[in-house]
């Protein structure tokens, strides 16, 4: 009898035992157990996955180890079943269980004197996603009025029709509002902040006030929160990924079956 039809056998008995039917279950469970280049042989490296998966399932659940060298770093593939040795019981995947399942594989590698991956202060992390910096529409027009006003320029007027030939629409009323072209909302002069306003703009050329260039800010990329959830399937896919974590343990739902 092979694996698989050894762990869907007893899926089969502990419906029999407990009567109780999933009509989407896992199967089986997978943990994948990294180690450093040339630290370790593949025949110690399989002993402490085995030591790994003993630990780990307290000894109740039924797996299958196998360890492969097709890579520079020597990893295992642990497989273990879902339903329990006795037949009465299934696993239930804990919250942050890959955390528990790391500490597992470290205290092993510690207890063996092999490497295990010191954790970085939070600062000191790769980032893993970054974005620029979305430019705002108030913030191209203080900068388009910075433009504009290094011309010599004789009045306000003048300064509205140089805005109008770089593509902006001027809307005159109660306020003096602006829109450059596909934008979906005109900006009060009155609203850009100090230097800007309509009052501080004509104080300018009333010799009252000199206009001084809002500093340009240096803006950090957004970058995304780091998030416990990974996915799995794609670390499997891409090359070198278990290299990368070396020592450590994930755990993966392998199998679904109807």
Known sequence: MTVDEEFLLSKRQYEQITGRRQRHEVIAYQIRQSFKP?????????????????????????????????????????????????ETRKFKNF???????QRISDLICLENGLSVISPKPYQERAKRTAYPH??????????????VLQKDLGSFDELLKELQDLGYEIKCGKHIS??????????????????????????????????????KQSFRAEVRPFNLVIDIQD???????????????????????A
């Open 38 to 86: 040339g630290e370790i042989t593949s025949e110690e490296a399989n002993r402490l996955g085995r030591e790994l998966a003993l630990r780990f399932t307290k000894g109740k659940y039924a797996f299958l180890v196998a360890t492969h060298t097709d890579r520079a770093h020597i990893h295992n593939h642990i497989v273990f079943n879902s339903t329990s040795l006795d």
């Open 95 to 101: 919250w942050l269980s890959s955390i528990a399942l």
């Open 134 to 147: 979305r430019i705002k529409n108030r913030d191209l027009l203080c900068d388009a009025i910075d433009t």
């Open 178 to 215: 602006v829109k450059r072209k596909n934008q979906s909302r005109f900006i009060r002069l009155s609203s850009l902040g100090e230097g800007y306003t309509e009052a501080d703009l004509r104080a300018h050329f009333l010799g009252c006030r000199q206009h001084k260039p809002r500093a």
């Open 235 to 257: 670390k499997l896919r891409s090359k070198g990924a278990g290299y990368q974590r070396w020592a450590y343990g994930h755990l993966l739902a392998l199998v679904h079956g």
